[in-house]
């Protein structure tokens, strides 16, 4: 009813009884053809109840590697390898608040907290303008909210940990507060090992989250979450390391009026990691590193007209990096205290996005950000002769920067395009141009990421990285959009990737960009998925063509690998197939299945040998020159609900699966070892033998 | 099962931490590498210098193939040319001696039997800078031995010199325990049908040459390098060298180490560095980035064609030090070859039947012991001159009797007793 003035207007309405239908409201149910985003992947917790798991932890990172464009450079290795990216290049956000190592017991489990994990969206190509920072990805994670009308909690306990969250009213319907904690016995298993290595190891880690959501009128809610995971693990008698996460965040969503809203985000993070060496000689220490970060983010929404969306923002960080302290750690060692330099930069953008829907069938998302950064003082940075390589004859010069005072400022436009066009109602072609900056770049010596990795911010002397990317997809829905068929190709190119010089040495070096070298890279790929999402048989099934390259070209000798032409990157694996299956037989059982192809990784191998300064040498092919085995790997579940009475004290499930059930040997790495002077390759595998789980979940 | 498997991965999960969780694995077809490697630092002394060409070899083999053959020359920037002459696998001596002098350039040519021709960059001798001290100090490590650390220190007042090498070499001498003037002649033998017992005639005749002291030497094994770059003052001080465990045999009658001390390029240093780097063993947690480390010889017919070593020009300088055991007061070190001595019996009682005990008659052993040691079969010589000839003889290994089986009866120009 549209009322034009003053006036009355009287009338009756008649009662009358209608049985209605039952109503299914479905969201964002044909979002995959709807949307103007390229290479978005969506994954709800509440769908992967099913999934056979390892050692009874339903993991919601790992489920997202089992997606096309999304991979790892093995079973037990942290981050991730999207679209061709290193694994630094990934935005990872806990509800806003970058997780920087999201993961405990270096990869095998993620630290996500599964029961209050709500969703993860996953933006391998237009990443969204509000969204920067990173070359790669987004993985955008959010955490449920509480339980509004009344407490209610769900648990589990698997072979080696014991998770437990709980909801809670705080006012009714208006405020709730989730919290999740979850820890592993494993520490004591090992000590009831009769092996005494392994009696004396340490392996542990525990997580907690916790989350509390206030409407406080119809126009304004605040939330936060302050989340904290802690992992303790020995490599060696000797060593101890630790290294947690803590994150806090607040968010105020407030409505002016139907047309503007606005959200303002505070985020904190910090991640830090701790080696305590305790030998039996006087060469004790203890080693540290840290990064903190804050951020300010204001994001506003202007429903300006049908046609035009325009969102609109800004937003600020701090980071404050240590990039290592050794001290010694008791009175008898020798060890002398270094602390590195302290690191600062500020990173700040603004950015404006219009959804603009043209005609029925074509919608643009237009979006621009500017990223600016400023590294700041103090500091102390080296000046090098132009045109040499940089070692320590090459410096010229040392400039030092007081407080605050900008070293170097980088900054750059950022395109985030894409579009939709209909061709059918259920089929649609989208694309995208996106380029992204990335000023924090993760030093490892590894192929794979590992926590004791440090983050190191752009200065004068490390650029930041840069990429662009174009993608096209095609995306159709069948059977009332209960089949999602997709297939996307893209092409990257980055420029100023990080890698290192042979031999490098990346901890505790002040003068480290002498072993950093800075090369382009280049991925491409076509990603294939098929999805079910209802009935008896669901699951997916993703297959992907990808190649990733890196080329390190200078006219230097000591800078140039594989004579300055494209190589493949560590983690190039090119074909990479993964099935995911759920059959319900009953309502109280439900078998599931899931299957990974992958080929190996490249490596580089011993070629030769040689003798030099009267030792022998083993001469290495080129960079990546030879692959590992390849990867497969089939995993089996058995659902078990329990039964479905009225009264009982909770609902609950049992979930018994058998991880590798083939019990194929993949190779974790592979290296080389001289024998007696012969060289022998071997390799390192972790779940050489199908491992059997029995989980017990309870909800009330 | 299930607890089985799960304590499985964890021992898998731990082992992986401690990098031993690991089995065998054939790459399949790995293509072999066959380059040439080049190995060569000419000095600023006056001398023949060596040029040293080999190539690399297949993993399980355990020899480099040495390239002979090959006309080697080195010509400098005042169009000296001097050529060098194969002397042994894979070694080249220059014809004439000469030295590096500073402001010049040196290229080296290489032209391999099949007519490959290969040059190195153009290479300046580096800075001079010289050893200021030699010298030794008792050390206890952290595994609690104790022993002689050799150490070298260098005042530097060359700031342009920064990067250096070390090279060594140990001479020592070594008094054979278990000597005798005498060798033992084993003539007019019989042998019984049945292979056991065995007559023979014995002669004691003096030895010809000196087989009681000798001198070893030992090059150094691998790359020894240390910079003053990252130093505040250019001078190095206490740079280990060698490091000796106070019972190690060569301390056993006196020791001398001469260090030689190379100035090297960033370039040479760089290359060095890398090379030792991948050689060092890598846990799983700091592997370095392998890769193919490149020098600076090259192949002037096929650019793509690799060539591993570095043509060095440096500046060195030597120092050489003598010492006991005793100036340690060190307990004095087992004989460097563990001394196996037999007693045999050489008793006439050839056979005996049924005695009880036993005497024994163990010529056929002593001839075997002896006279394959007459085949250059190295198997056991007399320890001294049994009396009487007729019981029992002490045998011992040629190592611990002839000294000449390790090291060489010439004493060295240099020795100083």
């Known amino acids: 009813m549209l009322v034009y003035g003053d006036g009355n207007l009287n009338f009756e309405v008649l009662e009358g009884a209608e049985q209605l239908d039952e109503i299914l409201i479905e969201a964002k149910k044909d979002d995959n053809i709807k949307t103007a985003v390229v290479g978005v992947t969506t994954i709800d917790m509440a769908g992967i109840k099913n999934i056979p798991v390892v050692l009874g932890e339903r993991d919601i990172l790992k489920i997202a590697t089992t997606m096309p464009g999304v991979k790892t450079a093995g079973e037990g290795a942290s981050g991730f390898n999207v679209r061709g990216g290193r694994t630094d290049q990934n935005l990872i956000l806990l509800d806003n608040a970058v997780i920087y190592s999201p993961s405990h017991f270096l990869g095998f489990f993620s630290a996500l907290n599964p029961f209050t994990t709500g969703s993860l969206d996953i933006y391998k190509a237009s990443i969204p303008a509000e969204y920067g920072g990173r070359l790669s990805s987004v993985f955008d994670i959010k955490t449920k909210d509480g339980n509004l009308t009344k407490f209610s909690g769900e648990g589990s306990i698997g072979p080696v940990t014991a998770n437990l969250s709980l909801e809670t009213p705080i006012v009714k319907e208006k405020s709730s507060l989730i919290l999740g904690g979850r820890a592993t016995y494993s520490g004591w298993i090992l000590r009831s090992l009769d092996d005494e290595n392994l009696k004396n190891s340490e392996a542990s880690f525990y997580d907690g989250i916790v989350k509390y959501k206030h409407k406080l009128n119809i126009n304004n809610t605040i939330q936060t979450s302050i989340y904290y995971s802690n992992d303790k693990f020995s490599i060696t008698s000797d060593s101890l390391y630790r290294y947690n996460n803590q994150l806090a965040s607040l968010k105020w969503d407030h409505e002016f009026n139907e047309k503007n809203k606005a959200e303002v985000i505070l985020v904190n993070s910090q991640y830090k990691y701790n080696i305590d060496y305790e030998g039996n000689s006087n060469r004790n220490f203890d080693f540290g590193y840290k990064i903190n970060e804050t951020q300010l983010k204001l994001n506003f929404d202007y429903f300006y007209s049908k046609k035009h969306k325009f969102k609109y923002g800004l937003s600020s960080k701090l980071y404050n990096v240590n990039p290592g302290t050794i001290e010694p750690s008791d009175l008898n060692s020798d060890v002398e205290y270094e602390s590195l330099d302290k690191e600062k930069g500020l990173e700040s953008a603004i950015y404006i996005a219009d959804l603009f829907e043209i005609t029925d069938r074509l919608l643009l998302d237009i979006g621009l950000r500017y990223s600016f950064y400023a590294s700041l003082g103090p500091a102390t940075q080296n000046i090098y002769q132009d045109g040499l390589p940089r070692n320590p004859s090459t410096i010229i010069g040392q400039e030092t920067y007081g407080n605050n005072a900008v070293v170097k400022t980088y900054g750059g436009p950022e395109i985030r395009t894409s579009f939709r066009y209909f061709l059918t109602p259920s089929f649609s072609l989208k694309g995208s141009y996106n380029n992204t900056i990335q000023y924090i770049h993760l030093l490892s010596n590894n192929t794979t990421e590992a926590p004791i990795d440090t983050w190191k911010l752009s200065d004068l002397n490390t650029k930041p990285q840069r990429a662009q990317q174009i993608s096209l997809g095609l995306y159709k829905n069948l059977d009332a959009s209960n089949i999602e068929l997709s297939l996307e190709g893209y092409y990257k190119k980055m420029k100023d990737i990080l890698d290192y010089k042979i031999g490098a040495d990346l901890i505790l070096n002040e003068n480290l960009e002498q072993e950093l070298l800075q090369g382009q890279g280049k991925a491409y790929g076509i990603e294939f998925l098929l999805k079910k999402k209802k009935g008896k048989l669901n699951g997916w099934l993703g297959y992907s063509y990808s190649r990733s390259f890196v080329k390190l070209d200078s006219p230097l000798d000591e800078e140039r690998v594989n004579n300055g032409d494209y190589f493949p990157a560590n983690y190039d694996k090119p074909h990479d197939f993964t099935t995911v299956l759920n059959y319900k037989l009953t309502h109280r059982f439900s078998f599931s299945a899931n299957f990974t192809y992958q080929t190996g990784r490249p490596i580089t191998f011993p070629i030769g040998k040689y003798v030099i300064a009267n030792e022998e040498q083993v001469v290495y092919s080129d960079r990546n020159q030879y692959r590992i085995p390849d990867y497969y790997r089939l995993d089996l579940g058995l659902n078990i609900e329990g039964n479905h009475k009225l009264q009982k004290l909770a609902h609950s499930f049992w979930n018994i699966s058998v991880f590798n059930v083939l019990g194929r040997n993949n190779p974790y790495s592979v290296f080389f070892v001289n024998d007696d002077g012969k060289i022998q390759a071997y390799q390192t595998s972790i779940f050489t033998v199908p491992i059997p789980t029995i989980t017990y979940n309870f909800k009330f | ?417």
């Open chain 2, 1 to 417: 099962m299930k607890k089985a498997a799960i304590f499985k991965f964890f021992l898998c999960f731990i082992i992986i931490l401690h990098s031993s969780c690991r089995e065998p694995f054939e790459p399949d077809s790995i293509d072999f590498l066959d380059a040439l490697v080049v190995e060569s630092t000419i000095t600023n002394e006056l001398k023949k210098h060596e040029v040293k060409l080999s190539r690399t070899y297949a993993l399980e083999n355990f020899e480099p193939t040495y390239v002979n053959n090959a006309n080697v020359r080195v010509e400098d920037s005042n169009n000296n040319l001097y050529s060098f002459s194969l002397i042994s696998d894979g070694s080249y001596i220059s014809d004439s001696a000469f030295q590096a002098i500073s402001g010049v350039t040196y290229k080296l040519y290489i032209t391999t039997q099949d007519g490959k021709e290969y040059e190195s960059d153009s290479i300046e001798l580096t800075p001079i800078s010289d050893i200021t001290n030699l010298y030794t100090e008792i050390v206890t490590k952290d595994n609690g031995e104790t022993g002689i650390q050799i150490m070298v220190d260098n005042n530097n007042t060359n700031s342009s010199a920064q990067y250096f090498r070390y090279q060594y070499e140990e001479t020592y001498k070594i008094i054979a325990p278990n000597w005798n003037l005498y060798e033992a002649v084993l003539t007019n033998f019989s042998v019984a049908s049945n292979g056991d017992a065995v007559e023979f005639d014995s002669e004691f005749i003096e030895r010809t040459q000196e087989e009681q002291i000798c001198f070893i030497t030992d090059k150094s094994f691998g790359i020894l390098q240390t910079s003053t770059s990252d130093l505040n003052e250019n001078s190095i001080e206490k740079f280990p060298i060698k490091f000796i465990q106070s019972n190690d045999g060569v301390l056993r009658d006196r020791y001398s180490i001469l260090v030689k001390q190379f100035v090297q390029s960033i370039e040479a240093y760089t290359y060095y560095e890398i090379v030792n780097e991948l050689g060092e063993n890598q846990n799983i947690l700091s592997q370095t980035q392998p890769g193919f480390v490149l020098g600076n010889v090259s192949s002037l017919n096929d650019t793509q064609e690799k060539v591993i070593g570095f043509f060095e020009v440096s500046s060195v300088s030597e120092k050489r030090v003598f010492f006991n055991y005793s100036d340690f007061n060190f307990p004095k070190p087992e004989f460097i070859f563990e001394c196996n001595l037999i007693e045999l019996d050489y008793s006439i009682n050839a056979t005996c039947g049924p005695c009880s005990p036993p005497i024994r008659n163990e010529r056929a052993q002593i001839y075997r012991l002896l006279t394959t040691f007459e085949d250059d079969n190295l198997n056991y010589l007399i320890t001294e001159i049994p009396q009487p000839l007729e019981g029992i003889w002490r045998l011992t290994n040629p190592e611990c009797g002839d000294c000449t089986t390790l090291g060489t009866n010439i004493e060295p120009d240099f020795w100083e007793d």
